[in-house]
T-cell receptor, first 112, second 115 residues
Framework: GQNIDQPTEMTATEGAIVQINCTYQ??????LFWYQQHAGEAPTFLSY????GLEEKGRFSSFLSRSKGYSYLLLKELQMKDSASYLC?????????????FGAGTRLAVHP | DTGVSQNPRHKITKRGQNVTFRCDPI?????LYWYRQTLGQGPEFLTY????????KSRLLSDRFSAERPKGSFSTLEIQRTEQGDSAMYLC?????????????FGPGTRLTVT
């Protein structure tokens, strides 16, 4: 089966750094995405990794280790507006097509 | 605005009624996806279109659910004989075959409440 695990909730302080981990067991791995979702809104794309290593994009970085089935999202210089759910999603190739399988999301609360 | 749009944004219906949702993807995107999301969970894949062809359907999509994309542009998702368990956010996303990641762009969703 396909399984994606990430912590349910995390809290952090404004200005700090937080790391959100994601582990996955999937077949047909074809890339890993991180999305941000504010309450009641649509998910928005943050990052994409298909090869091992770190991808940096401003205050956000994402890391992938395919051999370990592991990724993390690193958020630096946290701001209050970063309070949201962070969704780890694995793209799998099945039957000739790609589809996304999402984890349940990590709800991040940033405090002053 | 050239993003993905969905209508209606909210729908309250009584159990047993039929409902239909519409999704307008980003105009140049040929791939369209429907997902369902319940509180505290990530989106669950329902179905996928490439142009007008429905290429994959999740086992979550019971025979009460049907989706169409008749001209390869907008799509509709119909739920017949709604049940309380159908209450959820229904998200539509689109993507194109450009770039390396083919990331999906999501619409604002239709929140369905079945009473």
């Amino acid at each position: 089966g396909q399984n994606i695990d990430q912590p349910t909730e995390m809290t952090a302080t404004e200005g700090a750094i937080v790391q959100i981990n994601c582990t996955y067991q999937t077949s047909g791995f074809n890339g890993l995405f991180w999305y941000q979702q504010h309450a009641g809104e649509a998910p928005t794309f943050l990052s994409y990794n298909v090869l091992d290593g770190l991808e940096e994009k401003g205050r956000f970085s994402s890391f992938l280790s395919r051999s370990k089935g592991y990724s993390y999202l690193l958020l630096k210089e946290l701001q209050m507006k970063d309070s949201a759910s962070y969704l780890c999603a694995v793209r799998v190739r099945s039957g000739g097509y790609n589809k996304l399988i999402f984890g349940a999301g990590t709800r991040l609360a940033v405090h002053p | 605005d050239t993003g993905v749009s969905q209508n209606p944004r909210h729908k309250i219906t009584k159990r047993g009624q039929n409902v239909t949702f519409r999704c307008d993807p980003i105009s140049e995107h040929n791939r369209l996806y429907w997902y369902r999301q319940t509180l505290g969970q990530g989106p669950e894949f329902l179905t996928y279109f490439q142009n007008e062809a429905q290429l994959e359907k999740s086992r979550l999509l019971s025979d009460r659910f049907s989706a169409e994309r008749p001209k390869g542009s907008f799509s509709t998702l119909e739920i017949q004989r709604t049940e309380q368990g159908d209450s959820a956010m229904y998200l539509c996303a689109s993507s194109s075959r450009t770039g390396s990641s083919y990331e999906q762009y999501f619409g604002p969703g239709t929140r369905l409440t079945v009473t």
